[in-house]
């Protein structure tokens, strides 16, 4: 079984379920595959597990790690 890679969500509209606003941002672990994909309210970029541990140096990158190494993948930094 191959590693989940990793997500950054970035919200494109404002959601009246909750309190998302334009900009705000998540990040996390999928099985999805690497790619751009639209997703309700917003964006998903993610990017292969072994990419973000041979950039983060760690198998446990925090979220802050997670966005930096995201947007630098796609070249939106």
Sequence with gaps: MSEVNYFL?????TSEIGSFQIGDCGVGRTS?????LDAPHGTMYVIPSEYMHRMAKTKNPGPETIKFHSLRYYDLE
């Design 9 to 13: 969500y970035i919200v494109g509209t």
């Design 32 to 36: 999805i595959g690497v790619g751009i």
